[in-house]
């Protein structure tokens, strides 16, 4: 009876990412080869993978990383629109990379073209409306050692 009722709900579009600074406080970016659009290091939670096993792989195979993130800063639910599902992406606190990090970022050609550290102003420039929300409250919630719930980027009322 439960596989029954479980085969019936419905299921939601996941991605997770991590909030990667500098010591500078700049938010690390990469631009994808597949759009015009910067977005924020990480991609799409795989079946019967966890969110944060899905950030940890992300970062290795998009930036050659081994970091483990550490707490969620934020979860924004994001609602259909022409071409996407619903969703659910959570952000991780990837926290702070050394210079010696930093210089081990190697990027798949196929998937990235470049990679950039970024102010929150310029973050905003480069990233979607979207994007640029969910960062700016990913920043705020690390700063105050909160987590937030958003709402396609807005924090939900």
Excluded: H
């Excluded at 631009?31 to 939670?45: F, H, L, N, R, S």
């Excluded at 960062?135 to 050692?145: P, Q």
């Amino acid at each position: 009876m439960t596989e029954d009722f479980t085969a019936t709900l419905p299921r939601k579009r996941m991605g997770a990412g991590a909030l990667l600074t500098d010591g500078q406080g700049r938010v690390l970016l990469v631009e994808p080869t597949y759009t015009d659009c910067w977005e924020i290091p990480g991609g799409a939670v795989e079946v019967d993978e966890s969110p944060l096993t899905a950030v940890v792989r992300e970062l290795e195979e998009e930036l050659g990383l081994s970091v483990r993130p550490g707490r969620l800063l934020v979860t924004d639910w994001v609602p259909p629109r022409e071409g996407r599902t619903e969703g659910l992406m959570m952000l991780f606190d990837g926290g702070t990379l050394a210079p010696e990090q930093t210089a081990q970022i190697r990027l798949p050609i196929e998937e990235l073209r470049s990679w950039a550290w970024c102010t929150e102003q310029e973050a905003g420039e480069r990233l979607s409306p979207l994007l640029a929300r969910r960062i700016s409250a990913a920043l705020d919630a690390r700063a105050d050692g909160t987590a937030v719930y958003l709402e396609n980027g807005f924090v939900a009322t």
